[in-house]
């Protein structure tokens, strides 16, 4: 079994939204006072090149995204911004890599927003699997509201659900196996979206997070510091905190979907830095 990252171009965000300040609603209005943009951030996709078939996880960026500034929506329109070419989307980026799309036996999304479902339009063949809920919050009139694009699905757009069973996995309560084996799993890790999941690849003494958006970067994530996008903040908290224990359980490499050094990090199997509580140094 293989990992890869697929890079697929560039966005930049609002600061207050990779780390949310203050709570409830006004939380999440600070994106739209903050005038402070994150620098260029990558967003990843990720092929699992499994003996049971090519699984990959989230479709990345398409180039459609970069009319994102004539949206009618205020956060599409003034929130966010994308950097992407079409030779930077995934179906080309998988063919660099020797894989064709007819190849992907799977695609799973950790959610449907726009920097996850835009490479969608690559995978006409494979079975498509998205939670339940996550597509019904995205689906129609009311998803565009929210921010989601499914006017921008392919019209053959219809994926499988990835429901997850009462089946705990590690600190995770809910689970489902994607593979015979048992070694790719999806787990729920609710907050950036009530309904967002993250992918354990473990690969033998190795465990892979495929975190999706459930923290922006590793740090943030140590430090249980939450977005300026999830709705339930005790929620993402728990998630955070779940995904903390998981680290600590067993050696893994967390790889968030922006973190700029989550390509670096699997190519080196750099683990999950779980640091200790620094007490007081106590006079002699
Ligand atoms: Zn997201």
């Given at each position: 079994m293989k990992v890869h990252a697929i890079q697929t171009g560039l966005v930049r965000i609002k600061t207050a939204q990779v780390e949310g300040r203050g709570h409830g609603l006004s939380r999440r209005l600070a994106i739209f006072t903050d005038r402070n943009w994150t620098e260029w951030l990558p967003t990843f996709a990720w092929v699992i090149d499994h003996s049971e078939g090519v699984i990959v996880v989230d479709t990345g960026q398409g180039a459609?995204?970069?009319?994102?500034?004539?949206?009618?929506h205020p956060y599409v329109r003034w929130e966010v911004a994308f950097r992407i070419d079409r030779e930077q989307e995934i179906g080309p980026r998988l063919r660099a890599l020797g894989?064709?799309?007819?190849?992907?036996?799977r695609v799973v999304l950790t959610h449907l927003h726009m920097d996850h479902d835009g490479?969608?339009?690559?995978?006409?063949?494979s079975e498509i699997l998205v939670a339940p809920g996550e597509l019904q919050t995205a689906s129609g009139f009311v998803g565009r509201m929210r921010g989601y694009l499914p006017h921008r699905w392919p019209s053959w757009f219809d994926p499988k659900p990835l429901t997850l069973a009462a089946e705990p996995s590690g600190p995770f309560a809910m689970s489902r196996r994607l593979t015979e084996a048992g070694d790719v799993v999806a787990v729920a890790t609710p907050g950036h979206t009530a309904d967002h999941i993250s992918i354990i690849v473990q690969d033998s003494e190795i465990t892979y997070f495929l975190a999706g958006d459930t923290s922006y970067d590793e740090e943030r994530m140590l430090a249980g510091k939450l977005d300026g996008?999830?709705?339930d903040e005790q929620v993402c908290s728990a998630t955070l905190a779940a995904i903390k224990r998981f680290i600590q359980s067993r050696p893994t490499v967390y790889l968030p979907?922006?973190?700029?050094?989550s390509a670096e990090r699997l190519a080196n199997r750099r683990l999950a830095a779980v640091r200790e509580v620094l007490l007081p140094n106590v006079p002699a």
């Open positions: 459609h995204l970069l009319e994102s500034g004539k949206s009618l894989i064709g799309p007819r190849d992907v036996k490479g969608l339009a690559h995978f006409p063949n996008v999830s709705a979907t922006h973190d700029p050094q």
